[in-house]
């Protein structure tokens, strides 16, 4: 059974730091791209980070130089850390693991609210 489990999430002021951990099981990690997205009330969701098997990341404009992404292979863990934190980040923040190999089969996690207040 393929689980993908976030936490770390919560509630912060402007300025503010959190980091996210996305915790996979069921899947072969290395054979996955690793993303994190996020959906603010009212608008689509959207890509936050991606960090691909080999580790090369991709970062939406809004937060390059202030979330970074990594993996860890031998937790099979994905982790978002957030720095600068602004009330514009305020989302469910989810993980999703895309299969690099045919099929390309895609798992989301089920989220963790991220609240930045003024």
């Known amino acids: 059974q393929v689980r993908l489990v976030e936490s770390g999430g919560g509630s912060v002021q402007a300025g503010g730091t959190l980091r996210l951990t996305c915790a996979t099981s069921?899947?072969?990690?290395?054979?996955?791209?690793m993303g994190w997205y996020r959906q603010a009330p009212g608008k689509q969701r959207e890509l936050v980070a991606v960090?691909?098997?080999?580790?090369?990341?991709n970062y939406e404009d809004s937060v390059k130089d202030r979330f970074t992404i990594s993996r860890d292979s031998v937790k099979n863990t994905v982790y978002l850390q957030m720095n600068s934190l602004k009330p514009e980040d305020t989302a469910v923040y989810y993980c999703?693991?895309?299969?690099?190999?045919?099929?390309?089969?895609?798992?989301w996690g089920q989220g963790t609210q991220v609240t930045v207040s003024s």
């Open positions: 999703k693991a895309t299969r690099i190999y045919t099929p390309n089969v895609a798992y």
């Open positions: 069921g899947i072969i990690f290395s054979f996955n791209n």
């Open positions: 960090i691909t098997s080999g580790g090369a990341t």
